[in-house]
């Protein structure tokens, strides 16, 4: 019997079949467990050596959608130009786009116009439930789901970043598209995984704030490598005005009480002790901290350096200062809907059960969280206090004024709350205040959060 030589795809890598020990293989295969084998994501790559040896490719299972586009709005030159883009580059890389720019529309055009079976990987079910529902409505077609509680594969399936791994196991051929919604996750190193295995040769990611370099070094993989490098980019400047809400940034600075900041004094000496005396910041830059967290789990000075830090950051989060700017922003904002951001989630629930509003944190079941953006939506709720849950990617209806009252030093974040008010709705202006203890951690990690974009006002 006649070998015939060819490539298939098996459980997220390419295998070749009746290649010998002996051939000229070129990288990225490696002889293993008696076969010659690479991670699926070099699919693209290897095409053309597949054609020059006469190779038979059984890989893509993929399929033609021939899927009638049932979204009937006029595409912004800016989303059409971005489409444009990722196809000159053979379908592969990202495109950077504003919270409220419309991503999700910008994708349903790529996979309308590539005409072939795509999947979309997004961080959350909430996510994900949101992109089934704008496909169902954008492609009037069955769209597959697929995670723990849903195994349901269909030519667009949506999946997420935790469920995804074994999706393309087991049918990573079957897409020839995968788009990576909120892709700043991907250098994850589990979350990256998911890219590796895909053979699919078009690939887009989509996020607002694409990683930055020190955030794709050491164990963390580079999204350029994995999906291609940045095709289009529009910052929240760009678009303001006739895509997005013109908007405001507001410093409102507060003084910690006597009491609060001799607590404070006392647990930042101990705090800042410990990685001034071991020089943290020189020895490992934009990494201090993760090093002292490192040695939290031996050291038992920085253990205690890193408990003083705990406490003086959920001391800030409750300032009373804090807490009374809030009570008058709301009072001075009643008539608009607002979102309250802060980190703990000890702080939200006593907001909620002061001023009898609805929370959200990572703890709300999905069925009472769907119930509290209606609720928003409606009217029924003015404002709504959250930790980190409302940071990324779902859709928060016609808020026009964050209040932020704690926060990490990182801009993405910065970005995400802001888009969460930037939708356009008429010529509303959005407002995003910042409530900052003065002489604290507060106004270093403002500082670096703060976009330059020029518009920062304070209010004290």
């Keep these: 019997m006649t070998l015939s030589p060819s490539l298939s795809f098996q459980g997220g890598t390419l295998v070749l079949y009746d290649v010998p020990e002996t051939a000229d293989v070129p990288a990225p295969f490696q002889w293993v467990k008696s076969r010659w084998r690479c991670e699926a994501y070099h699919y693209h790559r290897v095409q053309a050596w597949l054609r020059e040896q006469g190779l038979r490719d059984d890989v893509p299972r993929w399929q033609a959608l021939n899927f009638t586009l049932h979204d009937t709005r006029e595409p912004h030159d800016y989303q059409l130009e971005s489409v444009a883009a990722w196809e000159k580059a053979d379908c592969r890389g990202s495109i950077v786009l504003p919270t409220g720019a419309g991503k999700t529309f910008v994708a ?3 996979i309308h116009r590539a005409n072939r079976s795509a999947v979309v ?23 597959g789901v697929y995670y723990g509680g849903e195994k349901n ?15 393309i196991a087991f049918y990573g051929n079957q897409f020839k598209l995968i ?3 909120e892709a700043h996750h991907l250098p994850a190193p589990n979350w990256g995984e998911t890219a590796l295995m895909s053979p699919a040769p078009f690939r887009l990611g989509l996020t607002a704030t694409y990683p930055e370099e020190w955030e794709q070094v050491g164990n963390r993989w580079r999204v350029d ?19 997005l809400a013109e908007y405001r940034t507001l410093r409102v600075r507060i003084d910690l009480t006597t009491e609060e900041r001799a607590r404070y004094n006392a647990d930042y000496a101990v705090y800042a002790g410990y990685f001034t005396q071991q020089n943290l910041p020189k020895t490992h830059g934009a990494y201090w901290l993760q090093e002292m967290m490192r040695r939290g789990a ?4 920085a253990r205690r350096a890193l408990l003083a830090r705990q406490r003086l950051q959920k001391l800030i989060a409750g300032a009373a200062g804090k807490l009374a700017a809030l009570d008058d922003l709301l009072r001075e904002y009643s008539h608009e809907q607002v979102l309250v951001f802060t980190e703990s989630n000890d702080v939200v629930y006593r907001i909620a059960r002061q001023y009898l509003i609805p929370a959200l944190t990572h703890e709300t079941k999905a069925a009472e969280r769907k119930a509290i953006l209606e609720g928003f939506q409606n009217g029924r709720y003015h404002a709504i206090v ?15 004024v964050a209040i932020v009252l704690g926060g990490t030093a ?9 888009g969460r008010v930037l939708r356009k709705a008429g010529n509303r202006q959005a407002l995003l205040f910042e409530v900052i203890a003065r002489n604290t951690v507060d106004e270093g990690k403002a500082q670096r959060r703060q976009l330059k974009s020029g518009r920062t006002k304070a209010k004290d």
């Design 108 to 110: 349903t055009h790529a």
């Design 121 to 143: 990987v997004t961080p959350t079910i909430d996510l994900m439930h949101q992109w089934y529902t704008r496909l169902v409505n954008a492609f009037q077609a069955e769209i």
């Design 153 to 167: 594969v269909k030519p667009i399936t949506v999946t997420t970043y935790h469920s995804s791994g074994d999706l």
């Design 179 to 181: 788009i990576f919604d």
């Design 225 to 243: 490598d994995l999906i291609g490098a940045i095709v289009y980019e529009k910052r929240i400047d760009d678009l303001v005005g006739e895509r």
């Design 298 to 301: 031996f050291d038992v000075e």
């Design 386 to 400: 959250t930790s980190k849950v409302l940071n990324e990617g779902v859709d928060v209806p016609e808020a026009k």
């Design 410 to 418: 990182s801009a993405r974040e910065y970005i995400q709350r802001l």
